[in-house]
Structure formats: structure tokens, C-alpha cells
């Protein structure tokens, strides 16, 4: 069972938790989910096949993360989904809060960490990832235009795809 705490619509808790799968948010309830961006020196992106089996885009290209657990700081959130999901460790020297987004029941912080690891020394959660690549900005852009990575919209975009910060985190 995974409990979410439940945030208001400044994002600061409320005191109350929601269970995965179980609660419906109300008006101006949130729960926190983090995406974290890996990218190379050169400015290529790791990105991440979700499994087949996933409830929630099953099969689709999407950014690394999940939501954060009851008492999960971002930053911890972050760095517990980048391990568990690709084998990467991080700390606070090298995973870099980019920008928090406000959803319709979410707020949504992105990271970023730069590293080149090889797939080839990345240990998938096969339960969350079935496959991982390195694509170039272009070949993400055109993923996202042509359905086969997953849209999260205008806004998000303009701010991963278009943000210098993320090469030379």
C-alpha cells in the first residue's frame, strides 16, 4: 500500500494522506510527484520504456520518477526513484532541482543530474522500465510529436526541452 501525503493548493501539506489507487483528490488537493532528467555532457537525454504491466502508460517513452511516499521530501523522492528505477545513485552534489509545475492533482518538481553512463551498466526495475536509451534532443522532439514518447504538455516542455540549465548541472 502507498500512501501519498496530501498537499493544498500551495503545495504545502494538509496533514492528511491519500492511498494509491484507493483516494480520490478533492478540489485544491495535490499529491507530489517527481520526474528527474539525465542527461549527458553532450546534451543527450537517458530516457525510459515503462513496462508493459504499468496501470498508468503502460509501454510508452517517459521521463524517470514517480510520486512521492508520506513524508518524502522531494529531493529524497527523487533520488529513491533514479535507483530504484535505473540503478543511478545521486546525492546533493550531483541531482539539481530544475522547476516545480502545478498539475490538475499534482505538483510536479523536475531535477536534473548529468552523467554518461552507459545503458549497458544501468539496472532496470523490471516491474517500472522495460528498456532505456540515450536520444538527442531532436530524436526526444520528434518522439513526442509522433506519440511515442509521452506528452506532458506545452508548458512542461518549454521548460525541459528549453531550459540551458540542464547541460552542465
Known amino acids: 500500500m502507498e500512501k501519498w501525503d496530501i498537499l493544498n493548493a500551495d503545495g ?22 517527481v520526474h528527474i532528467w539525465i542527461v549527458s555532457p553532450k546534451g543527450e537525454y537517458l530516457i525510459q520504456k515503462r513496462a508493459d504491466t504499468k496501470l498508468l502508460m503502460p509501454g510508452e517513452w517517459a521521463a524517470t520518477g514517480g510520486a512521492a511516499l508520506s513524508g518524502e521530501s522531494s529531493f529524497a523522492a527523487a533520488t529513491r526513484e533514479l535507483k530504484e ?11 539539481k532541482f530544475l522547476k516545480r509545475i502545478k498539475r490538475r492533482n499534482s505538483f510536479v ?31 526526444l522532439e520528434n518522439m513526442i510529436e509522433n506519440g511515442s514518447f509521452h506528452n506532458y504538455g506545452k508548458y512542461y516542455w518549454s521548460v525541459v526541452l528549453n531550459n540551458n540549465n540542464l547541460i552542465g548541472v
Open 109 to 139: 518538481d523536475i531535477w536534473v543530474i548529468e552523467t554518461n553512463m552507459p545503458v549497458s551498466e544501468l539496472t532496470l526495475q523490471k516491474s517500472e522500465v522495460s528498456m532505456a536509451k540515450w536520444v538527442t534532443k531532436t530524436e
Open 12 to 33: 504545502k501539506l494538509t496533514g492528511k494522506t491519500a492511498i494509491r489507487g484507493k483516494t480520490i483528490l478533492g478540489v485544491n488537493e495535490y499529491h507530489l510527484v
Open 85 to 95: 528505477e535505473l540503478g543511478i545513485t545521486s546525492d546533493k552534489s550531483n541531482l
